[in-house]
């Protein structure tokens, strides 16, 4: 009857006789207590199993009674179960109804935010395939400084080689070494930034993972609510499951349930960012580190072509002071031999002079005289002896003149031979191989 009473909407309609407690009735039984009783000894055994007239109408009433009131009862519980039933139907339906349409509305909630999952998930794998042809274009600038940095460390041991006096400290050598610097450092960012791709892209796939399982959970939660939403009353599947209707403990609350989706979708958008800034940061780094290793290879071969410049302007000088060299000491050549002959020339007068005075040294007693002609021929032996004293001074210097000049052609000649060897390492050695650096489209990546 609690049931009863629950189910109920409305107040029961009144019945024939008013639902209540029927008062015993009370009947006054004749004893047997006169002349004529049987309560004697000799009929002791017939009247053990027997009732009186009056007990037959007091029980036959009884029935009667008991009979009238089940039927009311009965009649009163029929009424009441009928309408029990239209209400209890009307109630079922009416509780269907909303069940089915709670569950329509929760099947529309589930595909939008199925499709938001959706759409981010294809937004990240687009731009997760972007991020690996950005990384790929690191790698493939990182494999092209790897040409540049050896050609500059080629050229620096290259020009190693250069002899003394031109083995200095030259611009080329500082610009060489600026490059080194440059390339090393755009290897270390661009390893850095490789480490920050593949992060990147790690958090990128762990988002998406996380999105393809809510998404997944919500599929699986469309098909189950779509498959009741498709229950009816007329179901062959129906079944009875007594103790499903509890909540779990581990159930989700609406409000969970939608923060739970939001958080992964804002989690993924925010990886989704942060991967299009490392991007637009991937392809700035690219643009300015193939320009910046440009922009020094234009400085290192600018500095290369005044170097050699130098070097062939100095060459032409030294070979032009050779020549000069060499036209002085055939000169001083000529001279010196031109003295030894002077040299020679004077001997023979020398000797004449010196004759003259040593015959006539044997001149007898008085004629041995101071004369004019002995005074003469003095005089002339000591002109010839300054002159020759002269001439040999003046050869000993010719000599340590063409000795110096000789010095200074040795001199000349390693020099030009130095400055050769030092033309052949920059122009030769150093920039035919700096033709094969490589191009800005490979410093960036492309290819």
């Not at 029961?12 to 004697?40: E, F, I, W």
């Not at 080689?161 to 390339?183: G, S």
């Not at 500095?303 to 130098?310: L, M, N, T």
């Not at 122009?427 to 191989?433: I, S, T």
Request: a negative charge; aromatic letters at 6%.
């Amino acid at each position: 009857m609690a049931q009863t009473d629950i189910l109920l909407t409305k107040e029961p309609a009144p019945q024939t006789v008013p639902a209540c407690q029927l008062p015993r009735k009370l009947y006054d039984v004749a004893r047997n207590t006169g002349a004529h009783m049987s309560s004697g000894l000799a009929t002791a055994g017939f009247r053990t199993a027997k009732y009186l007239v009056d007990e037959w109408f007091q029980n036959c009433y009884a029935r009667y009674h008991q009979v009238f009131a089940d039927l009311d009862q009965s009649e009163r519980q029929h009424h009441e179960s009928q309408q029990l039933v239209a209400e209890t139907e009307a109630l079922a339906q009416r509780t269907q109804q909303d069940s089915t349409k709670k569950v329509g509305e929760r099947l529309q909630d589930m595909h939008c935010w199925k499709s938001e999952l959706q759409r981010q998930v294809e937004e990240l794998v687009a731009e997760t395939d972007l991020l690996l042809a950005q990384k790929q274009r690191l790698e493939r600038t990182l494999d092209a400084t790897a040409v540049p940095f050896s050609i500059a460390t080629d050229n620096l041991q290259c020009r190693e080689r250069r002899q003394h006096p031109d083995l200095v400290h030259d611009c080329v050598e500082m610009e060489l070494l600026k490059e080194a610097d440059l390339i090393r450092n755009i290897q270390e960012l661009l390893k850095r930034t490789m480490m920050q791709a593949v992060n990147q892209i790690r958090m990128n796939h762990e988002h998406k993972e996380t999105c393809e399982m809510d998404w997944s959970d919500k599929v699986e939660a469309c098909n189950i609510d779509e498959a009741c939403c498709g229950y009816h009353n007329q179901s062959t599947d129906l079944q009875f499951y007594p103790h499903s209707a509890k909540f779990e403990e581990s159930a989700s609350t609406p409000e969970t349930w939608a923060k739970f989706t939001q958080e992964n979708l804002y989690r993924a958008e925010r990886e989704r960012l942060a991967s299009v800034n490392l991007r637009k940061l991937i392809d700035c780094i690219l643009q300015d580190t193939s320009e910046d290793l440009r922009l020094q290879c234009d400085a290192v071969n600018l500095a290369f072509g005044r170097r050699c410049e130098e070097l062939e302007d100095a060459r032409h000088k030294l070979e032009h002071s050779l020549r000069k060299t060499l036209r002085e000491i055939m000169d001083q050549e000529h001279n010196v031999a031109a003295l030894k002959q002077a040299i020679r020339d004077k001997e023979a007068p020398l000797k004449v002079a010196q004759t003259r005075l040593y015959q006539r040294s044997h001149r007898p007693n008085v004629e041995l005289c101071r004369d004019a002609v002995q005074f003469r021929l003095v005089s002339e032996v000591e002109e010839l002896n300054l002159s020759l004293a002269a001439l040999r001074e003046k050869l000993l210097e010719a000599e340590q003149s063409l000795r110096n000049l000789e010095d200074t052609r040795m001199s000349l000649e390693k020099d030009i031979a130095v400055k050769t060897n030092s033309l052949f390492i920059d122009r030769q050695k150093c920039m035919a191989h700096r033709t094969r650096y490589p191009t800005v489209l490979q410093l960036a990546g492309y290819q």
